[in-house]
């Protein structure tokens, strides 16, 4: 899927005088994007920013890459031809058994020796906790500036990467640059980016490159692995539906009703800070700037006023309904449906009437 072209952001100020890159960093080219694969699965963020980055590499008339890094085996290969079919033109590997369970030490090591081997002029990872922990860390061995959370990735009249993010609690945007550096680091959350089009292809090019590390040198000792028992329970930022509440509701108890239509619609729920703040929702329901970014093909918030920090984190939905008694709440701005009303008393209804009417089968369809 295709991304909207829109104009580069240009650089004001003292920003656009000091754009001169030094000689040593007049190498680096092309585009990379870290491919985050934990235990065989492949976080769809990666797959988000291979969107992104052929974009970015387009523009710069350069190739895109994906990074593979983890075990030797039929995960990490799988993972390698899956990069292909979303855009790769080639994919550096750096496979060893060291590599099974992620730890800082070693993935810096992996990825700072490949960048500085092979010179990208953009190294894209998802803003996920292990993408967070290795992009600060590749970023601060490598001594290059990194712009975490980013909303939109742009090349600028003179190709540098235009990295906006929202900054002042979410009330302002703003671009960064990273001029006198390579490579020039960004993260982007989940769902921030469309999903691209994938397309069978052969596996194309693949450059293997060595771990240099034995499991000795390693500080850090995996002991166990205990999963996250809530991981499965909360799939907010990949569900078809999300039915979210707010402060509007006025109490715990009536957002169990939220609760009621998104078990009906066959949904995830989710809440607005406030309600994570007083304890009523846990954190990992949040929806916002701080929270997830969503991008269901229906979304509908009860008793939400709106504001920007949430607005970001639903701006990609197919369908927003919001229900609100206040007819001028800014959600009405950008919601698709308005109805002002009474949030406490249409929830029951709705889920009574959806309960009716909607049979397994069409509640796939709407999904669909
Ligand atoms: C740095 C920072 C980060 C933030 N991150 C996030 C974030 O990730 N996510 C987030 O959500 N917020 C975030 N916030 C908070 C954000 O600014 C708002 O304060 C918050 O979104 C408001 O939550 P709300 O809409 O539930 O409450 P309110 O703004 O109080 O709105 C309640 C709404 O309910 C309506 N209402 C009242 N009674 C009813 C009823 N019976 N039926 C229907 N409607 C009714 C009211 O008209 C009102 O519009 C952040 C703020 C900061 C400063």
Redesign the pocket.
């Known amino acids: 899927m295709s991304q909207p072209a829109k104009p580069a952001p240009q650089p004001a100020g003292r920003a656009a005088a000091k754009k001169e890159l030094p000689e040593h960093f007049k190498a680096y080219k092309h585009v990379w994007v870290f491919i985050e694969q934990e235990r065989g699965h492949v976080h769809p963020v990666s797959w988000e920013l291979m969107g992104s980055g052929r974009r970015l590499a387009d523009k710069l008339g350069v190739e895109l890459a994906a990074v593979v890094i983890g075990p030797t085996g039929d995960a990490t290969k799988a993972a390698v031809a899956e990069s292909f079919c979303y855009g790769a033109d080639l994919a550096y590997v750096v496979a060893d058994d060291v590599l099974t369970d992620y730890r800082n030490e070693s993935y810096t090591k992996a990825l700072t020796d490949l960048v500085n081997t092979h010179k990208p002029e953009i190294l894209l990872l998802g803003a996920t906790t292990l993408g967070r922990d290795l992009a600060g860390a590749v970023a601060t061995t490598l001594l290059t500036g990194l712009t975490a959370d980013c909303t939109e990735l742009e090349v600028d009249s003179d190709n540098s990467l235009a990295a906006t993010r929202p900054t002042f ?3 302002l945007l703003c671009t960064i640059y990273t001029l006198n550096f390579r490579p020039q680091m960004a993260t982007v959350r989940p769902r921030v980016m469309s999903m691209p089009d994938r397309v069978e292809k052969p596996v194309g090019r693949v450059i293997e490159f060595p771990l240099g590390l034995v499991e000795a040198d390693i500080v850090t000792k995996i002991l166990a692995f205990v999963p996250d028992r809530d991981k499965a329970t909360s799939n907010l930022a990949y569900a078809d539906i999300v039915v979210a ?6 109490s715990p108890e009536n957002f169990q009703l939220v609760r009621q239509l998104a078990g009906v619609l066959g949904a995830e729920y989710g ?5 994570v703040q007083k304890g009523w929702v846990s954190a990992d329901r ?6 997830k970014t969503i991008r269901p093909k229906l979304y509908i918030a ?9 607005r ?2 639903v701006d990609g939905s197919d369908l927003i309904v919001a ?4 007819k001028n ?3 009405f701005d950008f919601a698709h449906l308005a109805l002002v ?6 929830l029951p209804a709705l889920t009574e009437a959806f309960r009716k009417r909607l049979s397994a089968h069409t509640r796939d369809r709407i999904a669909s």
Do not use: E, Y
């Open positions: 609690g979410g009330s509440g707010g402060l509007g509701l006025a809440c607005s800070r406030p309600l949040q929806i916002g700037q701080t929270g009860a008793g939400i006023s709106g504001a920007i920090q949430h970001v984190g229900i609100n008694t206040d709440a800014p959600i009303t009474d949030a406490i008393r249409l």
